[in-house]
């Protein structure tokens, strides 16, 4: 089954074709990430997939429904960290997983999101006191909050440290192993092959291949996704 189809989504600022046609499917209980160029469109397309913007021309299903026509139906079952995502400065880490949690119909319990995101030692801080990495890992938990079955993260580790990020793949990965769909946006490479079943490559505003990473290594006779990707983004230049 698949949790996540897109299917010719097109989005256009002013004359700016952010999103020129792109297509992939994401099965449910997958794990698949979305690389590419700064500007190829990924964010665009995410913001269509939770319903934040509505596309000019494609169609986009979530679990079966249309984000921009069900979006508050769909926030039930989604959980979200996007780039730049902000709380209020005086907000405090255990009222902001309370308050989250309190949006959802199925939350889990919140204290144990903030146990299982190691966030209890800062229950009490405020948001604005947070350093960059903390503030990182509230967003990721509140992404997690209301049980989702759909996760998307986009820029999951920007900001970590290298133990809080090798921490945070480990989060994501009991996220797969209990058959949570999760969308993955990453410049990161080694980030998106310990993680990720498949991947999208964008490239101006399109999708340039699709496959698991030793698919998208053989196919261009690399050694790497990193690789891989650099043949792919280029092919068409
Ligand atoms: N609100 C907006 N108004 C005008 N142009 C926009 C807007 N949002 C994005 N764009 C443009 O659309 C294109 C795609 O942007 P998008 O943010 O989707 O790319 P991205 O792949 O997420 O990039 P990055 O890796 O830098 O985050 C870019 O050319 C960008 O300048």
């Not at 297509?23 to 397309?45: D, L, Q």
């Not at 998307?152 to 090798?166: C, K, S, W």
Request: aromatic content about 6%; overall charge neutral; charged content about 30%.
């Amino acid at each position: 089954m698949e949790a996540i189809e897109v299917t010719d989504l097109r989005k256009t600022y002013g004359g700016t074709h952010a999103v020129d046609g792109v297509t992939f499917a994401v099965r449910a209980g997958e794990t698949f990430g979305i690389v590419g160029h700064n500007g190829a469109g990924k964010t665009t397309t995410v913001e269509c997939l939770i319903g934040l913007r509505r596309a000019d021309a494609g169609t986009v299903r979530v679990l079966g429904e249309d984000p921009a026509r069900r979006r508050r139906a769909l926030a039930q079952r989604l959980g979200v960290q996007l780039q730049d995502s902000s709380l209020p400065e005086r907000m405090k880490v255990a009222e902001a997983l309370r308050m989250f949690g309190s949006l959802y119909r199925d939350a889990a319990d919140w204290r144990r999101v903030m146990d299982r995101w190691s966030l209890r030692p800062l229950a009490r801080k405020a948001f604005g006191d947070l350093s960059g990495g903390q503030k990182q890992r509230l967003m990721l938990a509140l992404a997690m909050v209301g049980d989702p079955e759909v996760v998307v993260l986009d820029e999951l580790t920007t900001g970590l440290d290298p133990i809080a990020r090798r921490e945070t793949w480990r989060l994501i990965g009991d996220l797969r192993t209990a058959g949570t769909t999760v969308v993955l946006v990453s410049h990161y490479f080694d980030e998106i092959e310990a993680l990720c079943d498949r991947v999208a490559v964008f490239a101006r505003g399109r999708v340039e291949a699709t496959g698991t990473p030793a698919e998208l290594i053989a196919r261009t006779g690399t050694a790497s996704l990193e690789e891989a990707y650099m043949a792919l983004e280029g092919a068409d230049r």
